[in-house]
């Protein structure tokens, strides 16, 4: 929300969001948007059907991959949240960004960076080199883009986007029990490689990760911390 408010619309925009997700925040920013129209896409089919009973006159959803994007001048504002660190050809997407604006027209990002998850990520690369799981990864393709700061602001700056400002963000993370932080591992954290192992190892995977998790994050007050990280992008056409 806090995004969105820094659009400052004025109401008649066309907005693109990438990675709607279940068209929660799509809903909201059509509502400023009474005499403009927003579309929401995403590459997942479950949450395109969760978004489309929130469909409105001034807000549609579409099945559509980010990497995918073919629209020409068409949108005042291109707005994504915490979408982004899946799409792992940022320069393909700074293109075509550029290309789907009209003149004038914004960007403005906020996802995943350099920093994010650090216990997660250390415990999964332990969990991916057991014996029993080795195998699987031998050609495992890590499937985040979380860039630094630093990197992100040379690549965005080199894009076609003008007046391009990147900053980082903190918004680490105290889950309040182990067992809500063992729910956001579930979903969506260990999807993409629990796909990677047969029906067999993915037990044994899950739970060492779980096991592992806690005894890294668990916090003398029961609570558990993880790091959040994020790049935010505002620039223009």
Not at 73 to 84: G, K, Q, R, V, Y
Not at 127 to 150: I, K, N, Q, T
Not at 162 to 178: C, E
Not at 195 to 223: A, C, H, N, P
Request: charged share 30%; hydrophobic share 40%; aromatic share 10%.
């Amino acid at each position: 929300m806090k995004l969105i408010a820094e659009l400052d619309l004025r109401g008649d925009e066309r907005v693109l969001d990438l990675g709607c997700g279940d068209g929660t925040l799509s809903l909201r920013i059509a509502e400023s948007v009474p005499d403009g129209r927003v579309l929401g896409i995403d590459a997942s089919k479950g949450m395109i059907d969760a978004a489309l009973p929130k469909a409105s006159r001034n807000l549609d959803f579409r099945l559509l991959d980010i990497d995918d994007l073919d629209f020409t001048d068409e949108f005042d504002i291109i707005f994504s949240n915490a979408t982004l660190h899946w799409v792992k050809d940022h320069r393909r997407l700074l293109q075509n960004v550029h290309q789907a604006l009209r003149t004038g027209g914004r960007v403005r990002f906020d996802f995943a960076g350099d920093g994010k998850c650090r216990n997660f990520f250390s415990v999964v690369r332990e969990a991916m080199a057991l014996d029993a799981c080795m195998e699987d990864f031998a050609d495992f393709e890590w499937p985040w883009y979380m860039p630094s700061v630093a990197d992100y602001a040379v690549l965005a700056e080199g894009s076609s986007l003008r007046n391009v400002r990147v900053w980082g963000g903190n918004a680490d993370r105290y889950f309040p029990d182990s067992d809500a932080m063992i729910r956001w591992i579930d979903q969506p954290s260990l999807v993409p490689l629990l796909t990677r192992l047969s029906e067999k190892r993915r037990g044994t995977f899950r739970d060492y990760v779980v096991e592992r998790m806690i005894e890294r994050t668990l916090q003398t007050d029961g609570t558990c911390f993880e790091t959040f990280r994020r790049i935010n992008l505002a620039a223009e056409k």
